[in-house]
């Protein structure tokens, strides 16, 4: 199948590695040139690098840290300089500290509203107007099973994703006119830096061993092991291509199985 991805312009934010990084990949190897964004200077360089070196697509890397609007704006405007405008936009930053909802301060409850919820209003209203000059677009929000299910321990994340599920929604219905898709994907336990550091976190939290804590998971998970970046940077590519250019609006979950309601 042919995604149509060829010469589109895509950003993509937290990719110098794990999901990020995988849909940069994804798109790169299909042909698209990648606007890649993340806090570290050296990991983003080196991430861009190895993508250009492996695809042949032209990846430029910017470091940026998406909760800071200017530095949103710098990511955007480098964008617009370096490929003349943007075509897809996957929306994804780090996930905030685990813990629960009455032990983080106000400081904490600003700090995950910025990098979660704020980044991704503000990517969308600097993108969109390319988009509409351009003809259309397609934007994708990474977001978490917590959507659906509250995670234990994941206070920030619970609270501050369900409002990004319900920005891309609104989003949704709000720029079809334009051509503009917009999309959720929803990862489950993906083998990723951040899923082993929460494996940590829990073992530490419930007194056992890491080993014991991803046995746990795995037996969560119909199809039996933690999915790969691989697997969801593939189901992000088709949701951002002309393939699936009557796909909008929806939840689209990489997770195994591991969500049980029905929708």
Known sequence: MDLGLKNKIAMVGGASKGLGYAVARALAAEGASVSMASRDHDAIRGAAGTIQRETGSRAVAVAADLSNRDAIGQWHAT????????DLL?????????GAAVSFDDAAWQAAFESLLMSVVRLVRL???????????SILVGTSSSVKEPIVNLALSNVLRASVSALAKTLSLELAPSRIRVNQLIPG???TDRVRWLDEVN????GISV??????ALASIPIGRYGQPVDF?????????DAASYITGASVQVDGG??????
Do not use: D, W
């Not at 080993?211 to 746990?216: A, F, I, L």
């Open 127 to 137: 993108a969109v107007p390319s988009m509409q000059t351009r003809g259309g677009g």
């Open 211 to 216: 080993g014991e804590v991803q046995s746990r």
């Open 203 to 206: 073992a530490k939290k419930n």
């Open 258 to 263: 591991l969500i049980k309601g029905v929708l």
């Open 233 to 241: 940077g593939r189901a992000a590519a088709f949701l951002l291509s």
């Open 189 to 191: 336990r993906i083998e």
């Open 79 to 86: 964008t617009l300089r370096e490929f003349g405008g943007v």
């Open 90 to 98: 996957f929306c994804n930053t780090g996930g905030p500290p685990a």
